[in-house]
């Protein structure tokens, strides 16, 4: 395991023996001091390479959160006293703000072995993944799909899955037999909720299958929502060091 060392914040680092990724979780309610909440947040943000977490970070907005959490990547080269690399960062409503060992949660590097990554692809559904399981207990999803050559080779890198936003218009614009306007349109009116759009989607029906899209979202979607756009820092950090 890395030598790596979190900056005493007063969180607690969860290192695993093997792995290169530690989780450092901060709990305010346990140690309420703004300056000191704000410097860590400052510190995190400053050792992440991905712009948009890094914004993310910076923000602290009101409500404060019950707690932090990051995913910190260490190398073997580093020296003593390095920070890592963040990788990833949420924050944790107070009905969430609890010790994942003590709740009998698996911490990143834990699942990641459950998950057995192969290849890049796998290390970037990682993260996303891993959220999935926290927030419904399963540790990988089911998908039970009727089979199909150009499907599952759409989806070939996501393990069949319907994961990604260029996936889902792409699915929506072949299998709908709609152009990429359309299909783009057709995802963001799905996704803000808007009422008619779920029957357009029953409607449009893939020749192949005689599937109706909204068939295939339900077989091959874990969240029936996209991931968005891969992390490819994330993912090409754990996909270079992570064993």
Known sequence: MATGRMP??????????????????WNYGDAGDASRYQRLRAV?????????????????????PGSIEAV???LATDQAGA????LDFVEIDDHRAVDTADAGELTFDE???EFHPVGRDDFLMALPLYHLYRDTGALLPTIQAIPDQWLDAVLANTRGMLFWTAQ?????????????????QLLRAYQLGQSDTQAVLEQ???????????????E????????????YLAGDWLHQHWS
């Open 8 to 25: 005493d914040f007063g969180g607690q680092l969860a290192p695993k023996p093997g792995g290169r990724v530690v989780q450092f979780r």
């Open 204 to 218: 449009l029906r893939y020749f192949a299958t005689g599937q109706s899209l909204m068939q295939i979202i339900n």
């Open 111 to 113: 699942w990641l072995r």
């Open 44 to 64: 995190l943000a400053a050792n992440t390479p991905n712009p948009w977490l890094r914004t993310l970070i910076s923000q602290s907005g009101e409500p404060r």
């Open 220 to 231: 091959r979607s874990p969240t029936g929502a996209s991931f968005g756009s891969p992390d």
């Open 168 to 184: 889902w218009i792409e699915v929506i614009r072949v299998a709908g037999n709609v152009g990429g306007q359309e299909a783009l």
């Open 72 to 74: 910190i990547g260490l």
């Open 83 to 86: 920070f890592g690399t963040v």
